[in-house]
């Protein structure tokens, strides 16, 4: 059986999320453990949407099918973006609209592109369609400016006829690095228009506005342009995995040829449909965010440790050896990071950013560790 399978789906290694709470506890009967792996929300769901759920669980209507179109979630979103409602693909969390296109564009004889420390699921997204990845070298160490970033100029230099799909995430994920607004544009306009690029925005709300990417223009522009967004972060919904594509109505048509159907369950539409209206819970995540992250880079910095420049809600640290034996000591600790080994990067660890006292405690154990 395993000889028949896809020749894609043999190589690949699954998908290593952070570890759960509960598996550290039952590894090392740990308490009072804080995950600071996975970069979700620690504020949580708006109580807005808490309260929406419950209701909705009483009502007994679970036993339904969702709304397959998604239609009150998609004519929210449409206003929220002033964008017609048959631009939009909604997904179960934003990586599913990486999955679809991959799905459509990609083949053996058309390759992802991707940078070099990029978000796991491009590889294992194309991996999967049996295709070839055109991985561009990030930006040195030593960058002045953007240590271990993307690198358009090597993006740019690598188009051929063999790219099939381009994904750029913005900021990106594990590095936190960013890319120019002005850059961003300037490389969309070197790529062939029957190239799609996926500009992956699920940490996009996390940024300065000074420095952020507004895609709605661009989407106009360059109807190749896909852009993924999530309701896992900012709006703190990780747990019912929902998320949307926009993009022009003629690739929205082709990704939801393949769309699985009902693949956002109904309290999950509920959900995001609450959340995008409860403004206030975003704007006190990203307040939150920007202070505890300054202060967290500061505490880290005033320890010797190099810490990457991030708009995103984690910081990724810079040991200068093999991180793995701080990791296990942190979750000897009850602190659970993510080890960046996977990603290329076996000196790095990165932390979500959290509240003041999960990082206050993420400080302490770090002394604690590097003094011993």
């Known amino acids: 059986m395993y000889a028949r399978a896809a020749d894609g789906v043999r190589a690949l290694r699954p998908y290593e999320p952070g570890m759960p709470i509960e598996e550290l506890e039952r590894q090392l009967n740990v308490k009072d453990v804080i995950k600071m792996a996975s970069n979700e929300n620690p504020l949580g769901a708006s109580p807005k949407v808490v309260e929406a759920v419950r209701r909705e669980l009483t009502r007994g209507d679970l036993a339904r099918y969702p709304d397959g179109g998604g239609f009150r979630l998609k004519h929210k979103l449409a206003a929220f973006w002033n964008i017609e409602p048959e631009r ?3 997904g179960n969390g934003s990586s599913d609209i990486l999955e679809f296109v991959a799905r459509i564009f990609l083949r053996p004889d058309h390759a992802a592109m991707f940078s070099q420390y990029a ?10 369609q049996s295709a070839p990845a055109s991985v561009v070298p990030a930006l040195p160490p030593g960058h002045a400016q953007m240590p271990y970033g993307h690198d358009l100029d090597g993006f740019a230099a690598r188009l051929d006829a063999n790219v ?3 994904f750029l995430a913005n900021p990106n994920n594990p590095t936190g690095t960013w890319l120019p607004a002005s850059a961003v544009e300037q490389f969309l306009q070197k790529v062939p228009p029957h190239v799609p690029v996926v500009l992956d925005q699920a940490y996009a709300e996390y940024q300065d506005a000074a420095l952020q990417v507004d895609a709605r223009p661009l989407l106009d522009r360059f109807p190749n342009l896909v852009v ?4 896992s972060k900012a709006y703190g919904l990780a747990g019912l995995r929902v998320g949307y594509g926009l993009s022009s109505p003629a690739m929205a048509d082709l990704m939801n040829r393949i769309r699985p159907p009902f693949n956002v369950n109904a309290l999950a539409l509920l959900a995001a449909e609450v959340a995008l209206d409860d403004e206030e819970h975003v704007a006190r995540s990203v307040q939150l965010n920007r202070s505890e992250r300054d202060a967290l880079r500061k505490d880290l910095e005033g320890m010797g440790l190099r810490v990457l420049p991030s708009q995103a809600n984690f910081l990724t ?7 793995a034996p701080v990791h296990r000591r942190l979750l000897e600790a009850g602190i659970i990071l993510r080890p960046m080994a996977s990603y290329g990067m076996p000196h ?3 932390a979500t950013v959290g509240t003041a006292g999960q990082n206050a405690r993420l400080v302490a154990a770090f002394k604690s560790v590097l003094d011993g």
């Open 88 to 90: 939009i693909t909604l």
């Open 119 to 128: 978000f796991a699921v491009y590889p294992l997204a194309t991996t999967a």
């Open 164 to 166: 099939g799909a381009i």
């Open 228 to 231: 993924a967004r999530t309701f």
């Open 317 to 323: 640290i810079d040991f200068g050896r093999d991180s």
């Open 348 to 350: 790095f660890l990165r």
